[in-house]
């Protein structure tokens, strides 16, 4: 989808419609791109656009459609107890309820990206439980740290949903921007090595000239590719996936059981506390 | 080489990046200015692509009859993707102007300066031009001459104006600021010209105009490579070594480019770069246009 930058209502209606069609797909859930209801490159538009997900309207409008299927979405986050803290962040919506909401914490700032300027960073990447087994969100740059996969991993994750709004850059002679091709290779990696369903919504359109360059995708827990949504291209990308491969996945390569996360952790604590060394 | 691009997926960027813009800004139609080299005929096949024919307006605004075969050139461009044309003769502005202030004279503008008008047209590219930096000033108000006409007709016909400062051009600053290098929107600015040239094969750019030597049409005979000493092919390898790659001069200099050619595109850069920016405001309030009041171009679009 291609959403209207700093419109908070027309972005509803899409979302409203996009839902529509969707649930006559016979979805059970429903991936939006990040910061869906907003736009991305928001800049000082940011305050003016914040919602607080326990008052806001749409949040009541999309909470009480979820209890007929789930609803992934990006928005701006300013909850009334932390006045002025705007975050990039993702809810997760199920049964008319909020599951979780996760806070992009990976701000990409340089070069062509400005993030930290307008948004407070996030500082957990915790997975949760849904109708379909337990989950973890990202967001955009998040996916490209694998830090935020071994968190997501080591929380048990059996599917992890990725909202993007990633620009389209580089070319060469094959079709696709290059840096698609990044996405996709951690997209197969983290399938296979995370043994998760590895879902990743990217949007499409321009923003002051940017392309962002779709390309959706899933992976699954073997690594192989589930099916990509066409480049540029608006699409509803409808894919089945069955649950009982993270199982198969496992049993086949016990990567998640002989996993050490004691060990990550003292050794992480060792770098940590090096760092004035 | 790593500047090879895939054309029909380029095209496909472009011209949803025409259709997009336009569109967010409450546009349908396009106009640019048709010169009869490579870049504006390339910007107008995308035009034509992305909009249909009939929503691209193509200028053809030569100065008198001078380089009447670049104007055949442009006609030929126009036909070839089908879409309207317009000949605009900026010779009687430019000399109007120039009969007033002569092209020969330099230093400050005194009143006696003014009115040496003989009411004639007097001024003939090439002859009376006060030299090169005559020359420059010439081609400089030739160019915002065509960008005055451009925003008119703009105007007049609710119509964008497409860019055709390839990135070549734009990273040395080969252009006239206010000149060819104002626009609405411009679809090849991250092309090099080594770029563009091979997305007029694609686009189907007539073959003549493809094989054309690159020329501002400052004076006759002018060719761009000749003025800069270098071809595109050189100057684009040294400036995707510099700007893509991001490497140093030193290393760009290693990779077996000649130091003085390197230098002199560097140079050419740091030069330009006020021709690829908005003009510096004085900084006094607390939330400043340029500084810290900050909201995309798109805003509300």
Redesign the interface.
């Known amino acids: 989808m291609t959403p209207v930058l700093g419109d908070v209502r027309k972005n509803l209606e899409l979302h409203l419609k996009t839902i529509d069609r969707a649930r006559r797909e016979k979805a059970d859930l429903l991936v939006f791109p990040e910061l869906s209801l907003t736009g991305y490159k928001l800049r000082d538009i940011v305050e003016t656009v914040a919602l607080d997900p326990e008052r806001a309207r749409e949040f009541r409008d999309l909470k009480t459609l979820s209890k007929d299927i789930g609803l992934v979405f990006g928005f701006v986050e300013e909850r009334p107890s932390e006045k002025g803290m705007f975050y990039n962040a993702a809810a997760f919506l199920a049964g008319g309820r909020i599951l979780h909401v996760h806070r992009k914490v990976f701000l990409p700032t340089f070069g062509m990206f400005e993030e930290m300027k307008f948004f407070a960073p996030g500082r957990n990447f915790r997975t949760f439980d849904t109708p379909w087994g337990k989950m973890g969100l990202m967001i955009c740059r998040d996916f490209l740290h694998i830090s935020a996969h071994y968190l997501l991993f080591a929380g048990g994750a059996e599917t992890t949903l990725t909202i993007s709004a990633a620009p389209g850059r580089g070319l060469s002679e094959h079709e696709g921007f290059t840096s698609s091709r990044m996405w996709e290779l951690m997209g197969e990696s983290m399938g296979r090595f995370a043994q998760a369903f590895v879902v990743y919504c990217n949007r499409v359109g321009f923003e002051d000239g940017v392309a962002f360059a779709g390309g959706s995708f899933v992976y699954t827990p073997m690594g192989e590719s589930a099916g990509r949504a066409a480049y540029l291209e608006p699409a509803l990308f409808v894919r089945d996936i069955d649950l009982r491969d993270v199982r198969k996945a496992r049993k086949a390569w016990p990567f998640k059981r002989d996993d050490r996360p004691e060990v990550t952790l003292a050794a992480l604590e060792r770098i940590v506390h090096g760092y004035d060394a | 080489m790593?500047m090879?691009?895939?054309g029909?997926?380029?095209i496909?960027?472009l011209t949803?990046?025409i259709r997009?813009?336009l569109a967010k800004a409450g546009f349908s139609k396009a106009v640019l200015g048709l010169s009869g080299g490579l870049d504006s005929a390339v910007c107008a096949g995308l035009a034509a692509r992305a909009l249909g024919p009939k929503s691209v307006l193509a200028l053809i605004m030569p100065y008198g009859t001078s380089f009447s075969a670049d104007m055949d050139d442009a006609r030929e461009a126009a036909r070839a993707f089908k879409i309207r044309s317009l000949v605009i003769d900026i010779a009687p502005m430019v000399d109007a102007y120039f009969a007033a202030f002569p092209a020969g004279r330099s230093g400050w503008l005194r009143k006696s300066d003014h009115g040496r008008s003989t009411g004639r047209s007097s001024m003939r590219l090439g002859r009376d031009d006060g030299g090169s930096a005559g020359r420059v000033r010439i081609g400089n108000k030739m160019a915002r001459e065509r960008m005055s006409i451009l925003y008119d007709v703009s105007a007049r016909e609710k119509a964008l104006i497409l860019g055709t400062s390839n990135k070549t051009e734009l990273l040395i600053g080969y252009g006239t600021i206010h000149g060819d290098m104002a626009c609405a929107?411009n679809p090849l600015g991250d092309l090099y010209k080594t770029q563009v040239r091979q997305l007029a094969a694609e686009l189907g750019v007539p073959a003549k105009i493809r094989a054309k030597q690159p020329t501002a049409g400052l004076w006759a005979g002018q060719t761009d490579e000749g003025e800069l000493g270098l071809t595109y092919a050189e100057i684009d390898k040294i400036l995707y070594a510099l700007v893509d790659e991001r490497e140093s001069r030193a290393e760009v200099i290693a990779g077996g480019f000649k130091k003085k050619a390197v230098d002199m595109i560097v140079a050419r850069m740091k030069a330009s770069e006020f021709k690829r920016q908005m003009p510096p405001v004085a900084k006094i309030s607390s939330r400043t246009i340029g500084h810290d009041?900050?909201?995309?171009?798109?805003?509300?679009?």
């Open positions: 790593a090879t691009l895939n029909p997926f380029t496909r960027v949803a990046f997009e813009e929107i009041f900050l909201y995309p171009y798109d805003w509300d679009k």
